[in-house]
């Protein structure tokens, strides 16, 4: 959730200038060779933060990678996520960055170029957030957690009957275990639960 603290990084004059630069050089015409300047810049990143953090900060690396070049990449910085929607619109695995340009790609193949205002580039880079939301309504497992924009998670717990799910599976259902509850509010010996058990049977 990007909690990875890199301030020691920031506060390193040298990666501050790093950063400076990378946001102010134009970026190659070509589409491979743009693509394999993007992961030169993520793969100088790791290897920098390596000194000032424990685990890699992906998601806070990705999220100025996008703020940097958003006409390139997305704001779906979870890689779990963009993975799926890479492999959903383009059937492969992808690289961190290359999975980015790819969906990118994609969209302005289908749409054509956002505008080139402010808005327009925010609208084409929270669009796959959008598109895996569509793709994930149809899963049968249950949504726990509501991503539709980066930095805005939040947990949705399941419904009332999906939570006693493992209690209704018992024989006798809630019935039983409510009577169990009851049975047990004065406190029970191993000879009541086994007598219980034999009458039940």
């Not at 703020?67 to 779906?76: E, I, K, Q």
């Not at 992808?94 to 994609?106: N, T």
């Not at 275990?177 to 406190?187: F, H, I, N, Q, S």
């Amino acid at each position: 959730m990007g909690r990875i603290d890199v301030r020691a990084a920031l506060a390193e004059p040298p990666f501050r200038d790093m950063m400076a630069q990378q946001s102010v050089q134009p970026l190659p015409a070509d589409h491979d060779t743009r693509g394999r300047h993007l992961e030169n810049i993520y793969a100088g990143l790791q290897e920098r933060l390596r000194r000032f953090c424990r685990r890699q900060p992906h998601l806070k690396i990705f999220r100025v990678l996008a703020a940097l070049f958003p006409d390139d990449l997305t704001c779906m910085v979870d890689m779990g996520k963009a993975e799926r929607l890479a492999r959903a619109l383009l059937g492969a695995r992808h690289g961190a960055v290359e999975r980015h340009l790819l969906i990118r790609r994609r969209l302005d193949q289908v749409l054509g170029p956002p505008s080139a205002d402010l808005q327009g580039k925010a609208e084409r880079m929270r669009l796959p957030w959008l598109l895996y939301r569509l793709d994930s309504e149809d899963d049968d497992e249950p949504i726990t957690v509501d991503s539709r924009l980066p930095g805005g998670e939040r947990l949705l717990p399941l419904p009332a009957a999906r939570r006693r799910k493992s209690l209704t599976a018992l024989s006798g259902g809630l019935s039983h275990v409510l009577a169990c509850l009851e049975a047990a509010r004065d406190g029970l010996i191993r000879e009541d639960l086994h007598q219980r058990g034999r009458a039940r049977s």
